[in-house]
């Protein structure tokens, strides 16, 4: 089960941009790579492609590892580990490993 998902707020905690926080924009589960706001900017050189897309230098998120990143649990704000847990209906679930809450998928 991916444990990051869109839309998650993430701590990075290691590689270049270790410290940073951010909102997961979007999760690619096949290289379990994941964009998050305003992390890992690149700079990209844009064709114009219209008039009223005139091109020029765009700063962009880049993807980065899911295994540099821990998600920032909503109720104890702590950057913390998950587990997986199974509600009643056999459904699973993402737990927070610090306060047992369980992380709600907003997608
Ligand atoms: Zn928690």
Redesign the pocket.
């Known amino acids: 089960m991916i444990r990051i998902v869109k839309n998650d707020t993430v701590k990075v905690i290691s590689g270049n941009h270790k410290g940073k926080v951010g909102r997961v924009l979007k999760v690619f589960p096949n290289t379990k790579r994941i964009i998050v706001e305003k992390v890992n900017l690149v700079k990209r050189h844009q064709k114009a492609r219209s008039q009223r897309d005139p091109g020029g230098i765009i700063e962009k998120e880049a993807t980065i590892h899911m295994s540099n990143v821990l998600v920032v ?1 909503p ?2 704000s ?1 950057p ?1 580990r998950t587990r997986i847990g199974h509600l009643s209906d056999g459904k699973k679930v993402r737990v ?1 490993k ?2 047992s ?1 369980m992380l709600v998928t907003n997608e």
Do not use: R
């Open positions: 649990c109720k104890c702590k913390s927070c610090s306060c809450e």
